[in-house]
T-cell receptor, first 113, second 112 residues
Framework: NAGVTQTPKFRVLKTGQSMTLLCAQD?????MYWYRQDPGMGLRLIHY???????AKGEVPDGYNVSRLKKQNFLLGLESAAPSQTSVYFC????????????FGQGTRLTVV | RKEVEQDPGPFNVPEGATVAFNCTYS??????FFWYRQDCRKEPKLLMS???SGNEDGRFTAQLNRASQYISLLIRDSKLSDSATYLC?????????????FGKGTKLSVIP
């Protein structure tokens, strides 16, 4: 019953460092998403994927890159971390594009100092 | 105008009370509507979908008014375990149909 699993759960980076957040889902979902959640801002979509090998930009894509080489995995990369990227990152997946439940991972708390 | 607007609260209500949350959305082409629940420092989880005809799940009732672009959630007989943040979520149509747009959430605290 793993569902959506995010790795790591916590991370502290120095400004300019790079890192990759991994999202894995075992529900055979086509659609996967990366969100960030900041106090007073709600969840905002960074990038999403509608299937293996596809990615697209969301509302706040700048400073992030993504890849979906395998259907079950969706990676979020920060090439040069900035303090403004301090946030809680949530990955989600869904079976179809609309009118369906999105399942979220437990989140990654990232602090950039 | 924000795409999805909610009263942030907090709503502090006694056990057993009835509480209602409201939400408005700006995109009239939106197709799907949901309420998600998020506990402190946890991930959002689907509470219920919202349909034009209204729907009920136990103590929870959700209503959608497309003409007014308004969504509501009613919680009856509040329990301590209902304390959480409730997120109004709207899903678009066409090229934007994949995107879930979240409100900032309404915080509920049920007090003994």
């Amino acid at each position: 019953n793993a569902g959506v699993t995010q790795t790591p759960k916590f991370r502290v980076l120095k400004t300019g460092q790079s890192m990759t957040l991994l999202c894995a889902q075992d529900m055979n979902h086509e659609y996967m998403y990366w969100y960030r959640q900041d106090p007073g801002m709600g969840l905002r979509l960074i990038h999403y994927s509608v299937g293996e090998g596809t990615t697209a930009k969301g509302e706040v894509p700048d400073g992030y890159n993504v890849s979906r080489l395998k259907k079950q995995n969706f990676l979020l990369g920060l090439e040069s971390a900035a303090p403004s990227q301090t946030s809680v990152y949530f990955c989600a997946s869904s079976y179809q594009a609309s009118n369906t439940e999105a399942f979220f991972g437990q989140g990654t708390r990232l602090t950039v100092v | 105008r924000k795409e999805v607007e909610q009263d942030p609260g907090p709503f502090n209500v006694p056990e057993g009370a009835t509480v209602a949350f409201n939400c408005t959305y700006s995109n009239s082409a939106s197709q799907s509507f949901f309420w998600y629940r998020q506990d402190c420092r946890k991930e959002p989880k689907l509470l219920m979908s919202v349909y034009s005809s209204g729907n009920e799940d136990g103590r929870f009732t959700a209503q959608l008014n497309r003409a007014s672009q308004y969504i509501s959630l009613l919680i009856r007989d509040s329990k301590l375990s209902d304390s959480a943040t409730y997120l109004c979520v709207v899903q678009g149509s066409g090229a934007g149909s994949y995107q879930l747009t979240f409100g900032k959430g309404t915080k509920l605290s049920v007090i003994p």
